[in-house]
């Protein structure tokens, strides 16, 4: 049995600390990849039980999902824009907030509300350098014909994405202010922007003027963003696997391929655990970038370790697609006991998912 387990004091202290960043502003909990491997319907349901009712998604199904889950008062938000009118049917009919990015997107939503004899809640999405959609910042004038002219669409808020790069915020502060001046052009024109929100979790975390009405919680509730010093969270998840068998390596014996492979200095007692990269094991989002990055990679790919009767064990010669040893030489063990180790839970793969 490979279970991943997500543990609930670890969330709930890392959505305390999502609560203090974000200070006075709502906070969605942004569902997409399958809640960053949490689980799309049960991860909302821990968010709900601390108290928050606002949802992120970027998929249709995660909405049907979370509909059909009992989670029917709580705004689920589509995070992208839509011209496909069976998906805009849909989510009119699951009571959807739903995104308006170009012209085109926002004439289908409204075509597909009136043929309903309803009216649509939309959000505009505001493109401020990232580039994977939105009104362009610099066309303020087609977010106000928009307004004026949409007849079953309710604006309820607008919202943009920080491109997060330097963590001093030089970059991030001017896509704001790009943001800022497509906000007052609505004002001015008389219309109102609803809900205004910029910051996801890195933002969350290193801009604290990029927190305006609502911020947008996602891999930080799992502790799994792009960390800063002293940011209080925890890494949530981690992955428990039963020895598969333990067997003596000779001295002079190779374990491993490639960059891993080592020569055994000594005889040797290993555990063959059943769980590889293929199950996502050792696989992190690729955040950091330049020589230094590469060598951290490198040290910690020859220095990994996993728990074994709550005792650290190395790993021998890295880890194999569906097959890792471990070297326990010196620690009492054998086939059946359990092994816990660090995994990601977005890219865990053939483990059962389980909340302790």
């Not at 926002?106 to 009104?135: M, P, Y």
């Not at 604290?208 to 919680?217: I, L, Q, S």
């Not at 799994?224 to 010093?229: E, I």
């Not at 020589?291 to 040290?299: D, K, T, Y």
Request: charged residues 25%.
């Amino acid at each position: 049995m490979k279970t991943l387990v997500l543990e609930k004091k670890a969330l709930k202290h890392n959505l305390a600390v999502v609560r203090e960043k974000a200070g006075p502003a709502g906070i969605y909990g942004v569902l997409t990849g399958d809640g960053g491997g949490a689980g799309t319907v049960e991860l909302a349901r821990l968010l709900r039980e601390e108290g928050i009712g606002r949802f992120a998604v970027n998929e249709l199904a995660d909405a049907k999902a979370l509909r059909k889950a009992g989670l029917v008062e709580e705004e689920i938000l589509m995070l992208r824009a839509s011209t496909d009118r069976e998906e805009l049917n849909q989510l009119i009919d699951l009571d959807v907030v739903c995104t308006v990015g170009s012209v085109e997107s926002a004439l289908a939503l409204d075509s597909a509300a009136k043929e309903r004899s309803t009216v649509a809640e939309a959000h505009i999405q505001v493109d401020t350098g990232l580039g994977f959609g939105g009104f362009l910042a610099e066309e303020p004038e087609k977010i106000v014909n928009v307004y004026r002219n949409l007849t079953n669409v309710a604006i309820s808020g607008m919202f943009t994405q920080i491109r997060s790069v330097h963590a001093d915020g030089r970059d991030a502060s001017a896509e704001l202010r790009a943001f800022e001046g497509v906000l007052e052009a609505v004002r001015q024109a008389g219309f109102e922007t609803g809900v205004v929100h910029a910051a996801g979790s890195y933002a969350l975390l290193h801009y604290e003027f990029a927190r305006m009405d609502a911020v947008r919680a996602g891999s930080v509730v799992l502790g799994r963003c792009r960390r800063r010093r002293g940011d209080n969270l925890v890494r949530v998840g981690y992955g428990e696997a039963s020895i598969q068998e333990t067997r003596w390596l000779p001295r002079g014996h190779t374990v491993g391929s490639g960059g891993n492979l080592i020569r055994l200095r000594r005889p040797t007692r290993v555990a063959v655990l059943p769980v590889g990269y293929q199950n996502g094991l050792g696989v992190s989002r690729l955040r950091e970038t330049g020589f230094w990055a590469m060598v951290r990679r490198w040290w910690r790919s020859h220095h990994l370790t996993m728990r074994v009767a709550g005792q650290k064990v190395p790993v021998l010669g890295g880890i194999g697609a569906v097959e890792t040893l471990l070297d326990v030489t010196d620690l009492k063990c054998s086939a059946g006991d359990t092994v816990q180790f660090d995994i990601d839970p977005l890219y865990a793969r053939g483990m059962t998912r389980e909340y302790r």
